[in-house]
């Protein structure tokens, strides 16, 4: 099935995605956010990556399609079906994307999708410290709780950044949807 926001559509990555996946880890604007770390990455590499990554039973790589164009991708990463917990991120393509709202409907989606769906009880992403636009869409927007902060863990642009660690639970979600129901609005 496929994971709809309001405006946006989470589907399947597909081996066709794999220019536009190499272009984003290639990307030097979306690495100064990127916690980890690659060498640059070829064709050849970036293929291999995608059929290791294509289906698992504990991940699955998104597009966000948003009127029909490829403009992110997001994934859900480390599903641990026993402690019902998994780890989520997000990237959109382009600069031109940002700030209209499309992060803050694909982060709705994913977690309407893992509480609703999975049955998930948890999900964690992180940050490096200066991310002030995944602050705002995570902790702001979606009321991730911060809980805990990682120091000096990611050596980028010639220094080290801490990196925030941040959750939801199930039962902080529903708040959220009784406070201000995202889905009627
Ligand atoms: C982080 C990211 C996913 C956020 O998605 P987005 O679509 O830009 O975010 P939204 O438009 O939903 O905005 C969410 C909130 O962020 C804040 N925000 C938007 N633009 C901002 C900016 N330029 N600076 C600071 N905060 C900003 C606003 O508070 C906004 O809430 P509002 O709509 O009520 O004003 C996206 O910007 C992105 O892909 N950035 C580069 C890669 C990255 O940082 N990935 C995350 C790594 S953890």
Redesign the pocket.
Known sequence: MLINGKRVILRAIELSDSELLREMVNSAS?EQ???GFSFPVSVNAQDKWMKEHLSGDTESRLIIELDGDPV?YMSIVNVDWKNKSCHT????FSEK???????????MAVMRFCFEQMHMNRIE????DF????????V??CRWAIEGQKRQAVFKNGQYHDLVLIGILREEYDDLICERDYWKE
Do not use: P
């Open positions: 979306l956010y990127e916690n992110g991120g997000i990237k959109l994307n940002m700030g209209q709202g499309i992060g803050t409907d694909s982060v992403s992180c940050f490096l991310n002030t636009r995944s602050r705002a869409l995570f702001e927007k």
